[in-house]
């Protein structure tokens, strides 16, 4: 361990993950005091005491007043999730990829996304409904609201040379986002669009990113039958 690694928070925090990941402090047991901590790293006990919020905030760690700092017994277990490019997903598996843009305006946000996309009711946003194919066939049907307060440039695009997905990701960075995902059986629409037989169930998502508080994007993806979502954990 060298000075570099006791000299910020980020160094301490590493030791104590390295303790905690190799058992040397075990699930359920009670770590050193900050006290001790600071004074076993030749530190400021604010120094330690960052490390150790860090760690509880990550859910590795418990702290109580009073009653010391321990090792979670059933630390939570995250998968990390990233906003896939669909042109990428489609070409990774060997297909040619294109997509269509269906319908494009500007339009009042509707009342049913009032309460999670907080956008000025004064102000339009781009609405876009997307067909998005695999050799042909369809891959997925997108229906996108974008906050043009957060994306300005995308009010004057089209998005047929390239989808709103992909410019997204590309030019309107995020902080944070909300995911959920679910299934909803093909009504006509989704049968002619996506090739489904009446009632088959298909597998949904909805996302809205983020800028800090601002808002970029509501998005709803609804997937051709077959599809199957995959990550990392």
Request: charged share 25%; hydrophobic share 40%; net charge negative.
């Amino acid at each position: 361990m060298t000075l570099t690694d006791t000299n910020s928070w980020t160094g301490i925090r590493e030791v104590l993950l390295r303790r905690i990941h190799n058992r040397i402090w075990q699930p359920g047991e009670l770590i050193p005091h900050e006290a001790d901590l600071a004074e076993e790293f030749g530190c400021a006990r604010t120094t330690v005491n960052r490390a150790l919020r860090d760690l509880a905030e990550s859910g590795l760690v418990i702290r109580k007043r009073r009653a010391g700092t321990r090792v979670a017994i059933n630390p939570p277990q995250r998968a990390t999730l990233t906003i896939p490019i669909i042109r990428e997903e489609v070409e990774s598996l060997g297909r040619s990829y294109r997509h269509s843009v269906l319908e494009r305006n500007l339009r009042a946000l509707p009342p049913m996304l009032h309460g999670a996309f907080h956008v000025s009711l004064s102000e339009d946003v781009l609405f876009l409904k997307t067909l998005h194919f695999s050799d042909e066939r369809p891959y997925a049907f997108e229906e996108r609201h974008i906050n043009l307060d957060a994306a300005p440039d995308a009010r004057d695009l089209a998005f047929n040379e390239i989808s709103a997905n992909e410019w997204l990701v590309h030019n309107a960075p995020y902080t944070h986002g909300d995911l959920s995902f679910f299934a909803v059986n093909a009504d006509e629409t989704l049968c002619r669009k996506l090739d489904a037989t009446t009632g088959t169930a298909l597998f949904a998502m909805e996302r809205i990113t983020w800028a800090g508080e601002m808002p970029i994007t509501h998005v709803r993806l609804i997937f051709a039958p077959g599809y199957r979502m995959r990550t990392e954990i």
